[in-house]
Each structure stands twice: as structure tokens, then as C-alpha cells.
């Protein structure tokens, strides 16, 4: 695979990890305040909830994950050249703070906390560390491969 078709892939499979991530941490953040409303959400509601946001929610949040991981990726890229040994903490330290600065964008534009994970300090952390394991993701899909001797 050439190295151009790694970095593609390893973007949009990073974009797909942090966005099933968030999506999963959506979910799991509304069942829990129901919860705590005294209202019970059986596995069986649970899953409807995940259907949902994976085809409501997933998407548009996945776009904004890319656009944030366009500016991201090319920071992490530059200091990793500078810094080759940091090369596997860069990507997730860059997929988080990309995550971290999108939440903070949209806390700031919007009138109100459009991702209802977004409302707590927990949520904030869950959203952003699934941006430093599509970081991950990507370092791995993208490490160099070793020359192959005939």
C-alpha cells in the first residue's frame, strides 16, 4: 500500500473512530441522565438510542471531526518530522486537542451545548479521548513499513 493510501485511510478511519466514539458516549450520556430522572432505559431502548444517533447524530459530527482532523493531522505531521520518537504521542495528543478545540468552537458559536455529552467535565473528557484513540488509529495505519529485502 502506498504511503498516500495509508494517510487517506488512516483519516477517514481516525474520522470513523472518533465519531462511533462520540456517538457512543452520546448515547450512553442521555440513558444516563434518564436514568437519573428516575426514568428506566433497558438495553432494548439503549440500542434504539445508538440506531438513532448513529444515523442522526454520527454523520454531521463525523464532518465537523474531519475538519477539525485537517488542521490537526498536518501540525502533528510537522512536529513529528522535528521529533520522529513522539511521532505515536503527537497523533492522539493532536486528536484530542482537535476534539477538545471543536467542543470549545461550538460552546462559543452556539447558543446553547448542541452535544448534550458536551454538558459535563466527564463528557468533555470521553469526547476528547476518543479523538487521541483515532490519533492512535492513525498512527498505526500510517507508521512507516518497513523495506522488504529479496
Request: charged share 10%; hydrophobic share 65%; aromatic share 8%.
Amino acid at each position: 500500500m502506498t504511503r498516500r493510501v495509508r494517510v487517506v485511510l488512516g483519516w477517514v478511519l481516525a474520522v470513523v473512530v472518533a465519531a462511533l466514539g462520540g456517538t457512543l458516549v452520546q448515547v450512553w450520556t442521555n440513558a444516563a441522565a434518564l436514568v437519573a430522572l428516575g426514568v428506566p432505559v433497558p438495553l432494548g431502548e439503549r440500542l434504539g438510542m445508538l440506531a438513532h444517533d448513529l444515523v442522526r447524530f454520527a454523520p454531521l459530527y463525523a464532518a465537523l471531526i474531519a475538519a477539525g482532523f485537517i488542521v490537526a493531522w498536518p501540525v502533528a505531521a510537522g512536529l513529528a518530522r522535528l521529533r520522529p520518537g513522539w511521532r505515536s504521542a503527537l497523533f492522539p495528543l493532536a486528536g484530542f486537542t482537535a476534539l477538545a478545540t471543536l467542543l470549545l468552537a461550538m460552546q462559543w458559536a452556539l447558543p446553547i451545548t448542541a452535544i448534550a455529552a458536551a454538558r459535563t467535565p466527564l463528557g468533555v473528557t470521553l469526547l476528547c479521548l476518543a479523538g487521541a484513540l483515532a490519533g492512535l488509529v492513525y498512527v498505526v495505519v500510517t507508521r512507516p513499513q518497513k523495506s522488504s529485502s529479496a
